[in-house]
């Protein structure tokens, strides 16, 4: 079975800086997609940046990229110039490559920015 | 932007007492799945749904639990009789056949409070 990691249960950063959040999963799939999702205190789950498997670019969007690395199975979302609104609950979640399978999460990140 | 609506978007009910938690996917998506998290905890799969039948679901989705798609649009989660236990945010997500790659499109989540 799919399992994901989130190893860090909370982090920290300052205004307009940039922190990692790490991800690792387990699977024995060569395809799949890789996702990391943001819940605010109003709990909706947002979707922030997707990586496919068999791309080996990383995926970027705005200030938020992704440090994909297959071989070791990690999957970190790097955000960039951190603002106040990126305070949330970040899941790392799996989804084989066959369509219509269910996502599988990590436990979550929660991420503090302080002023 | 299309958005998947659910309601009610909060719910109390007494222990023993059906609850129908009711969502409307995205029109052109064919896979509905329905996620549950206790307050705190990670994000569960509960059951996916395509061609009007259960396609997978995990262990949390006992006999107490069942799924409907009644007129083609709407997509319900019924618990027969509700435990103290089932209080969580439950998630409804539906997926389009043409974006694999793009992952669910989540609703707000409808927050049951059993007591």
């Known amino acids: 079975a799919q399992t994901v990691t989130q190893s860090q249960p909370e982090m920290s950063v300052q205004e307009a800086e940039t922190v990692t959040l790490s991800c690792t999963y387990d699977?024995?799939?060569?395809?799949?997609?890789l996702f990391w999702y943001k819940q605010p205190p109003s709990r909706q789950m947002i979707l922030v940046i997707r990586?496919?498997?068999?791309?080996?670019q990383n995926a970027t969007e705005n200030r938020f990229s992704v440090n994909f690395q297959k071989a070791a199975k990690s999957f970190s979302l790097k955000i960039s110039d951190s603002q106040l609104g990126d305070a949330a609950m970040y899941f790392c979640a799996y989804k084989p490559g066959e369509y219509g399978n269910k996502l599988v999460f990590g436990a979550g990140t929660i991420l503090r920015v302080k002023s | 932007e299309p958005e998947v609506t659910q309601t009610p978007s909060h719910q109390v009910t007494q222990m023993g007492q059906e609850v129908i938690l009711r969502c409307v996917p995205i029109s052109n998506h064919l896979y509905f799945y329905w996620y549950r998290q206790i307050l705190g905890q990670k994000v569960e799969f509960l059951v996916s749904?395509?061609?009007?039948?259960?396609?997978?679901k995990s262990e949390i989705f006992d006999d107490q639990f069942s799924v409907e798609r009644p007129d083609g649009s709407n997509f319900t989660l019924k618990i027969r009789s509700t435990k103290l236990e089932d209080s969580a945010m439950y998630f409804c997500?539906?997926?389009?056949?043409?974006?694999?790659?793009?992952?669910?499109?989540f609703g707000s989540g409808t927050r049951l409070t059993v007591v």
């Open positions: 990586q496919e498997a068999y791309k080996q």
């Open positions: 997500a539906s997926s389009d056949p043409r974006d694999n790659n793009y992952g669910y499109t």
């Open positions: 749904f395509y061609n009007n039948e259960i396609s997978e």
């Open positions: 699977t024995s799939e060569s395809d799949y997609y």
